[in-house]
């Protein structure tokens, strides 16, 4: 199929509404359908083509490969609802990259913004730097948090990453802000650094794994046992860890498994073991 | 300026005129029918479509401070549902709780040109008002809460029902209120204590009184003060199964203060109160009996509230409900209390077709609908938007319509609870005289609006235009075809100037307010006015001045003389 790259023609000061930036959607257009896409830059309409230098060159691969060089932070709903082909972007990306998301990969060789892969379905996401708060989340107030699907974060994440999660796994290379997994009711979190406070916060079900420190466990989590062993994902972790189960408040049964190594801080839990 | 209109050869359905698919032309000069307009009239062909006056929707939660807590409560909401601005209409969002220009343009849209918000606090009428006056194009009035009302409790406990007339007189002046509306009686007092009431004679914590007094006393001070409505009932143990006994019990606690032939009371969104069973999974209908009652009688008025399969926002002043609800549902809740006057909650739901209790809930409220015979006395809710949204309005008026809809409809619904249904095995079909009762005759005659809800000579000129011929269409049949012309009025026209063409929006115009400017005797009202202070300084955190909403805050000032002339 076709290799399109998309290049920034300028330094952009507002955000842009982008969701036509798909690979389905590039799919079946020719070169200047492609330029002549709807985007909105701030509150006016215009074309793709006009803040983008758009090539493109056969590939040998079947799907449909979309290369974005340079800074694209400003850009939003890259990627909205994609359900194959891949993606790569090559510099910082912006808010809600690949929201509900259904397959397909996306790579970014930079940093992604808030909301990255919110609402996903399937498909993959990898972000080689940071990423902003809600990855994986749900819409504001709603209840559909991310229901298939991975997000591999090289860096750190912000706040409230997979909040509504319900499949599906993300992992942050780094450390984690509050509230990682809040409302969660399935699916795995490996955070390989640290986390901040609140971590599982109202968690209904699934787990949540940290290989750093846990800044403090909700007193809503009560402790079960010590693992030497914990699985994420497809791989199996070493341990000891300790095992806590919560949130409480919810009548919760997710887990929240913590290196025992690293969260000395924690070690007068044991005497609750049962 | 000519503001003559003349709708010419439209068929026309003006149920309070006894007029039914009449081929005829309709008048228009200043904004009311006229018998004859002048040569130089502008002319709507309306050949072929069905002419009928502005819908009346006589309950629907479109504005005040609970709409607005649920707005802010449910972006989810609004997510996918969204109007871009044009040249003549705001942008807005919203599914179950529209933005207050987007409720105006939708209603319009299907044809209504009133609406009323039947429950506001007292003492936040303030912010429905300013919300209504957002509310372009429809002609709206707000229904005040007495129901937990310390000062209303007080005086009835002391059996002072002319102090209380006095009192939610000068409390309708001063809300610029239309209608007693009373939520869960004593119910939402006991609320604030933790606690909920469960029958008519409980008695309500610190106050020596009972739901039936609580009733019968705001039943005697409407008769009193010659409102233009009735009491508007929200009663006790709505949501509950087995509350029809209830419900019927609070129908007849005043049966005997009704004028002859005349309805004293207003049971609204009666679906939710027409439960029958012990539990969630014994729930049946229990319309019949609801029915039979008020077939029985002459002094209730009912609506329907019926149930949408949709997502859409619980909101009501019944708080302990919605605590209940969102024990049930775990979903997120918002509780308030409103000092000495009332209390509210939200929570959202999910009305599934597959569950037993909403596929229930969705046979009850046209079992309701079909099965009371008088369609004067049954009015189309679907208690906007606690059982659905507004918009719902043309599949609930196909449903009435059509059996074939209705079956349409349940076969994919649960079908445990459609079996247990009386609804498989009524044929009652409305016909468009009824459909019109219902949905805009009766429910301006219930709400005492002389000159709405009809075509007659001096009636304002509110008329709705739908492009589908009542004389040829089978709309047992072809039910699809009444829906999608209900969904876009060919026309609405409102005072005289069409704001609707073709379903979309041609002209704004604000619309009025109604009020009842209720009095009484001077020695009544220097009664009332010499204990005021002092009960607001002893109940309230505000002043009583302060508590006054003035005319000028309405934008379109409309108040009612009860009783006609002073």
């Not at chain 1, 948090?145 to 319900?166: R, S, T, V």
């Not at chain 2, 707005?71 to 179950?96: I, N, Q, W, Y």
């Not at chain 2, 399969?309 to 019944?318: E, R, S, Y």
């Not at chain 2, 012309?485 to 609405?492: G, H």
Request: aromatic share 8%.
């Amino acid at each position: 199929m076709t290799k399109i790259t998309l290049k920034p023609k300028r330094q952009f000061s507002v955000p842009i509404e982008a969701s036509v930036i798909t690979p389905e959607n590039f799919a079946a257009k020719t070169m200047e359908q492609i330029k002549l896409l709807e985007v909105w830059d701030g509150n006016r309409p215009t074309t793709l083509g006009s803040l983008f230098d758009v090539s493109s060159e056969p590939d040998g691969g079947d799907e449909m490969t979309i290369f974005i060089e340079g800074d694209v932070s400003k850009l939003r709903r890259i990627g909205k609802g994609m359900r194959s082909g891949s993606m790569t972007i090559n510099g910082p990306a912006g808010m809600h990259l690949g929201e509900a998301m259904k397959g397909g990969t996306i790579t970014v060789n930079g940093d992604a913004g808030s909301w990255l892969g919110a609402r996903m379905r399937g498909g993959t996401i990898e972000v080689s730097g940071d990423a902003g708060d809600y990855v994986g989340s749900a819409y504001r107030g709603s209840r559909e948090g991310m229901k298939g699907g991975q997000i591999f974060i090289h860096g750190n994440a912000g706040n409230e990453l997979g909040c509504w999660m319900k499949k599906g796994f993300i992992r942050i290379g780094k450390n984690v802000s509050q509230l990682a997994g809040i409302h969660m009711t399935d699916g795995t979190i490996l955070v390989e650094g640290d986390s901040e406070a609140r971590i599982g916060a109202q968690m209904k079900g699934g787990r949540i794994v940290v290989l750093g420190k846990v800044a403090n466990v909700l007193p809503s989590f009560s402790i079960e046992e010590i693992r030497n062993v914990v699985r994420a994902g497809e791989e199996r972790l070493p341990g000891p860890f300790y095992v806590f189960a919560g949130d409480l408040t919810e009548g919760g049964e997710g887990r929240l498994y913590a290196l025992k190594e690293k969260n000395p801080h924690l070690q007068f839990c044991e005497a609750y073991i049962e | 300026m000519n503001d003559e209109l003349i709708i010419r050869n439209g068929i026309v359905v003006d149920p309070a005129n006894d007029i039914d698919r009449e081929v005829m032309d309709i008048a228009i000069r200043g904004g009311k029918i006229v018998r004859k307009a002048s040569p130089s009239a502008k002319i709507i062909d309306a050949s072929g479509m069905l002419v009928m006056p502005g819908g009346v929707d006589i309950h629907s939660h479109i504005a005040g401070s609970k709409t607005n807590a649920a707005r802010v409560m449910r972006p989810e909401d609004h997510v996918r549902d969204f109007e871009r601005k044009t040249a003549l209409t705001r942008s807005g969002v919203g599914h179950s709780i529209p933005s207050t220009f987007t409720t105006g343009y939708r209603y319009a849209r299907m044809g209504y040109t009133t609406v009323i918000e039947p429950a506001t606090p007292p003492m936040k009428t303030r912010h429905t008002h300013e919300e209504l006056n957002d509310i372009p194009i429809i002609d709206k009035a707000c229904f005040p809460l007495f129901g937990n009302n310390w000062h209303v409790m007080e005086y009835l406990e002391k059996g002072d029902v002319d102090g209380c007339a006095a009192y939610i007189a000068w409390m309708l002046r001063s809300t610029k209120g239309y209608a007693i509306k009373i939520v869960n009686p004593g119910g939402v007092e006991a609320w604030h204590w933790g606690g909920n009431i469960r029958g008519l004679d409980w008695e309500v914590p610190n106050f020596g009184i009972t739901p039936r007094e609580i009733i019968r006393g705001l039943c005697k001070v409407n008769k009193i003060l010659k409102l233009p409505h009735t009491i508007h009932v929200h009663p006790n143990n709505l949501g509950k199964p087995g509350n029809y006994l209830n419900t019927i019990k609070t129908m007849d606690c005043v049966k005997d203060l009704a004028e002859e032939g005349r309805a004293a009371i207003h049971i609204t969104h009666c679906q939710f109160t027409s439960f029958k069973g012990e539990d969630w999974s014994t729930l049946r209908s229990g319309a019949e009996e609801i029915a039979n009652y008020v077939n029985k009688v002459k002094h209730v008025t009912i609506d329907m509230g019926q149930i949408i399969f949709t997502a859409t926002t619980t909101m009501t002043a019944d708080g302990p409900f919605e605590y209940i609800l969102h024990q049930l549902q775990g979903r997120k809740w918002h509780n308030t209390d409103v000092e000495a006057e009332t209390g509210a909650g939200i929570v959202p739901v999910v009305y599934k077709r597959k569950n037993f209790v909403n596929t229930t809930q969705w046979a009850i409220g046209l079992e309701l609908a079909l099965l009371v015979k008088d369609p004067w006395r049954i009015y189309m809710t679907t208690d906007h938007p606690n059982a659905g949204p507004f918009t719902a309005y043309p599949r609930v008026i196909s449903w009435l319509m059509s059996k074939k809809a209705r079956e349409n409809t349940m076969k994919r619904l649960n079908q445990g609870a459609v079996k247990k249904s009386n609804l498989p095995s009524l044929d009652r079909e409305y016909s468009f005289a009824e459909m019109a009762t219902v949905t805009r005759a009766a429910t301006a005659r219930a709400l005492g609006l002389k000159d709405k809800g009809h075509l007659g000579i001096g009636a304002d000129a509110d008329v709705s235009i739908y492009g589908v011929n009542p004389k040829e269409v089978d709309p047992s049949n072809d039910y699809r075809a009444v829906r999608k012309a209900m969904r876009r009025a060919a026309y609405t026209i409102k005072e005289g100037e069409i704001v609707v063409r073709d379903g979309e929006i041609v002209k704004v115009i604000e619309g009025k307010t109604f009020w009842a400017d209720a009095r009484v005797p001077d020695d009544m009202e220097m009664k009332l006015q010499s204990e005021l202070s002092e009960k607001f300084q002893d109940y309230y955190t505000i002043q009583a001045e302060n508590y006054v909403i003035a005319e000028d805050y309405l934008a379109r000032s409309a108040p009612i003389i009860p009783g006609g002339t002073r």
